[in-house]
């Protein structure tokens, strides 16, 4: 069985500030994990993934993550906000195996103050 | 670039009526996936393919069928639609072969049922 849980469906940042998306994961294997980000009116893309390799993984837009196993946690941050960060964003967990199923969280909702 | 394709962005149904929401994808993937987005809820798994003519129910499966007669297409079937099943509807695909789990999704269908 695995889950995702992300702290806050709401989180509101000033321009220029540090954004701090929290996910704890739960999962009885290895597992992957995965921040996916929505722009209104679209679907989700992939903003970055951790696979077992390196513990601090690097995405798109100046987004990084990192896996602590001890804390079963993968929190996203970004030093900066900029106006453009405003979406929300989805932790989502899974596990290595072609057909294995993708688990979401509810999803955090990222606001940018000018 | 992978294409995931809804064949509708906005659809309007009355209660009873018979839903078809089709996707598409254009990169050979094995795995293809329905979920709803609800908000406060995230996205949750309706049902999953992993290869022409199989389904597996996900998280969620009851009021919906699916379909997979051919690899690229993955249609959702509402048998007799509900209000309850008002939702931002998510199709997404992964290729089976890569360990990695990443989805590509299209840019969903909402759906409302009056």
């Known amino acids: 069985a695995q889950s995702v849980t992300q702290l806050g469906s709401h989180v509101s940042v000033s321009e220029g500030a540090l954004v701090l998306l929290r996910c704890n994961y739960s999962?009885?294997?290895?597992?992957?994990l995965f921040w996916y980000v929505q722009y209104p009116n679209q679907g989700l893309q992939l903003l970055l993934k951790y696979t077992s390799a390196a513990t601090l993984v690097k995405g798109i837009n100046g987004f990084e993550a990192e896996f602590k196993k001890s804390e079963t946690s993968f929190h996203l941050t970004k030093p900066s906000a900029h106006m453009s960060d405003a979406a929300e964003y989805f932790c989502a967990v899974t596990h290595s195996g072609g057909y294995q199923k993708v688990t979401f969280g509810i999803g955090t909702k990222l606001q940018v103050i000018p | 670039d992978v294409k995931v394709t809804q064949s509708s962005r906005y659809l309007v149904k009355r209660t009873g009526e018979k839903v078809f929401l089709e996707c598409v994808q254009d990169?050979?993937?094995?795995?293809m996936f329905w979920y709803r987005q609800d908000p406060g809820l995230g996205l949750r798994l309706i049902y999953f393919s992993y290869d022409v003519k199989m389904k597996e129910k996900g998280d969620i499966p009851e009021g919906y069928s699916v379909s997979r007669e051919k690899k690229e297409r993955f249609s959702l079937i509402l048998e007799s639609a509900s209000t309850n099943q008002t939702s931002m509807y998510l199709c997404?695909?992964?290729?089976?072969?890569?360990?990695?789990?990443?989805?590509?999704f299209g840019e969903g269908s909402r759906l409302t049922v009056l």
């Open positions: 990169m050979d993937h094995e795995n």
């Open positions: 997404a695909s992964k290729d089976a072969g890569r360990d990695t789990g990443e989805l590509f």
């Open positions: 999962s009885s294997v290895p597992p992957y």
